[in-house]
């Protein structure tokens, strides 16, 4: 199947088309009627992957509650907001309960980046299935409390956990992490992790430290990885990516010097391509194979700007 391009400036799970109604959050009564609205639909998160009922359109993920309850997903729902007055929530499901579903040939469980990328899902429901996948993973990885090791419990429609013991209130994070595009001249320094596909090169990234400046994280991640000394620090967009629950803050840099030392323990390898290099591998027709980050990915845009602007 065909790969489904992303239009340069808006990556995989940016274009939010929900109203999260945070005050609806606390409103019991209100949630309720909701969850038994016949207009409320959810979408149901299995690890990286997500439930979708096969038509003869194609794959649905947007589920009604009283099907996402019989293919086996998990009471607890998240509230994730509107879209067009009709409520959206987020919902888990075991794996006992997918296991059970993969004889059936009117649902499948299917593996959401690859869905993002043939374009099986609309750019407008991927920004609130990222919204339901790390709420659901948070609630799986957080169940006890960190204080006192008591069992929490869901509270504010998916949005807080708190422990009956200790009265502690636990709320979900977002990891920030920087992801850049060095340049120097006409070449751009990109390196290579050892899970990559083969023949695939990326912008560098890493996470923001405590305590620690979008700006200094940017300038400590690519000395850390390749040596490079860098100035100009500058922010161009940043993506919610949700494996778990990442903010990537795309930025640009300037080298200050081109002497690669690798740091192994970080990187496969890390070089400068010259422009017609990037050019070939974001089309796929680089002669020695090598290719760039798929178009769902802030990484291709940081490379395709630069390859359109060379002053951005």
Known sequence: MASFTFPLGQPAFVANALDRAAHVRTNDEKLMALEQHPASRAYVVHRDSL?????PEGPQPLLAINEALKFGANPGMIFLGLQEGAARFGMGIGAPAVERLLTREDVAVSELR?????????????????????LVNWHQ??????????????KEAGWKRECPGCKAEHFP?????????VTSGDKCLLGRQQQFLKGMWSCLAGFVEAAETIEDAVRREIFEESGIHCSDVAYYMAQPWPYPSSLMIGCTARALNENIAVDRAELEDARWFSRQDVALMLSREHP??????HSLAIAHHLMARWLQDPLS
């Open 51 to 55: 439930l979708v009922k096969q038509t």
């Open 114 to 134: 690859g869905m993002a990328m043939r374009g099986s899902v609309s750019p407008e429901q991927l920004s609130a299935i990222a919204v339901a996948k790390s």
């Open 141 to 154: 990885r957080h169940g006890f409390c960190a204080n006192c090791g008591s069992r929490t419990a869901m």
């Open 173 to 181: 994070r977002t990891d920030p992490v920087v992801i850049m595009l």
């Open 288 to 293: 020695d194979g090598f290719t760039g980050p």
